[in-house]
């Protein structure tokens, strides 16, 4: 008797893709995971891994001449979805109603919608429609049906000063640094330009990671006053810190220590 070895192949769901009248639906059998994503897009593929990528389903949309490609990404978490989002996201393109937010450009409609990130294209001989677009990627964010809304704490940044859609998420490696993870942050024009960023997780979780970034620095490069820490980062220039219960919130690429007090400040009075 021969042993069986059993192959799992991910299988494509069609119910991710609602019939539209007037457009023949076919999806792709083939379903990209974060093993084979790098056949698709092969220079990409990292940044959406580092955003924990689970599975990728497509699907085209044909009427005569026209096809539009529908592709869903789908991440661990709506932060995830909202980092690989807002990373692509383009802040000059027309901004547009679909999802919990999106954008479009030239035979292009790319939305977030829960922890799904969707492309929507235009990929035939003959260009389709933004109008035709539009419905497309509506149908397939009404079947999807996923909560409305961006990630709780992408919305607690200060809006004065604010660069219009600055705001992000880094699931890994913020700052250059592999203990800082899952940082939001936005960068401000006013009252003197910085970014500035909150990371929420265990509150022993925060102070490990607070602990690991000042063992990386040299005494000399850290002082404190009272609970604002300055750390002079070789990489990332000044740094200011502070931690608040199960948050840690900071500003970089300023020396204003007044302003980064205050801005920080703004924010913990806004945290959950």
Not at 92 to 115: A, E, M
Not at 235 to 241: E, H, I, K, R
């Amino acid at each position: 008797m021969l042993p069986c070895f059993c192959i799992q192949v991910n299988a494509a769901d069609e119910k991710l893709f609602p019939e539209v009248t007037g457009w023949k639906m076919k999806a792709e059998q083939r379903v990209y995971s974060s093993s084979d994503l790098w056949e698709l897009i092969d220079g990409a593929a990292d940044i959406f891994l580092s955003y924990y990528f689970q599975d990728l389903h497509i699907a085209e949309y044909t009427s005569k001449n026209k096809i539009i490609r529908v592709e869903l990404y789908r991440h661990q978490t709506i932060e995830d979805a909202y980092g690989i989002y807002s990373a692509e996201r383009m802040p000059d393109y027309p901004q547009v109603q679909v999802g919990s937010q999106g954008y479009k450009s030239q035979g292009v409609l790319n939305f977030l919608t829960g922890n799904y990130y969707v492309k929507v294209m235009s990929a035939g001989v003959e260009e389709a429609s933004e109008s035709a677009i539009a419905l497309i990627a509506e149908k397939v964010n009404a079947g999807l049906a996923q909560p409305v809304g961006l990630p709780v704490l992408s919305q607690v940044f200060p809006v004065e000063g604010r660069v219009y859609l600055s705001d992000t998420y880094i699931a890994q490696n913020f700052m250059g640094y592999s203990f800082f993870r899952n940082a939001f942050s936005a960068k401000y024009e006013q009252p003197v330009p910085l970014q500035l960023f909150v990371i929420r997780l265990t509150e022993d979780e925060i102070g490990k990671m607070l602990d690991q970034y000042m063992k990386t620095m040299k005494e000399d490069k850290v002082s404190r006053k009272d609970d604002l820490y300055r750390v002079d980062d070789m990489f990332n220039g000044p740094v200011f810190l502070k931690k608040k219960d199960s948050y840690l919130v900071g500003t970089v690429n300023t020396g204003d220590e007044k302003a980064a007090a205050e801005m920080i400040d703004s924010l913990i009075q806004k945290l959950p």
